[in-house]
């Protein structure tokens, strides 16, 4: 480092990023499916009372809830990815990225 040689390499924090995304979207894509199944459950009589409804209605609200925030940490990581360079310059840190801990969302 410090040659005055540097030139561009890989930038390893947005390959590290590229390869989250993967499961970031995948999760962001079934974050509903539990809420899902208990309110397609309760549609077909599982329960049936005005508690029933009212449990529907926050269940409802709160799948809703759990697919907006789903979808924000799935823009916040494409946007940082599609705002990240292909090649940075040696002496940057992202040349030298390495994850502590280790991205494990793929």
């Not at 499961?23 to 309110?39: E, H």
């Not at 209605?57 to 759990?66: F, I, V």
Request: contains cysteine.
């Amino acid at each position: 480092m410090g040659s005055g040689d540097e030139g561009p390499v890989e930038n390893q924090y947005r390959t590290e990023l590229e390869q989250a995304l993967s499961g970031v979207r995948s999760n962001a894509d079934t974050c509903g499916d539990a809420f899902s199944k208990v309110i397609s459950a309760l549609e077909n009589g599982a329960w049936s009372s005005s508690t029933a409804d009212i449990f529907d209605e926050e269940l409802r609200d709160r799948k809703q809830a759990a697919q907006d925030d789903a979808d924000d940490c799935r823009r916040a990581f494409e946007t940082r990815h599609e705002n990240e360079p292909e090649e940075v310059d040696e002496d940057d840190w992202r040349a030298r990225w390495v994850a502590y801990p280790p991205m494990q969302m793929r």
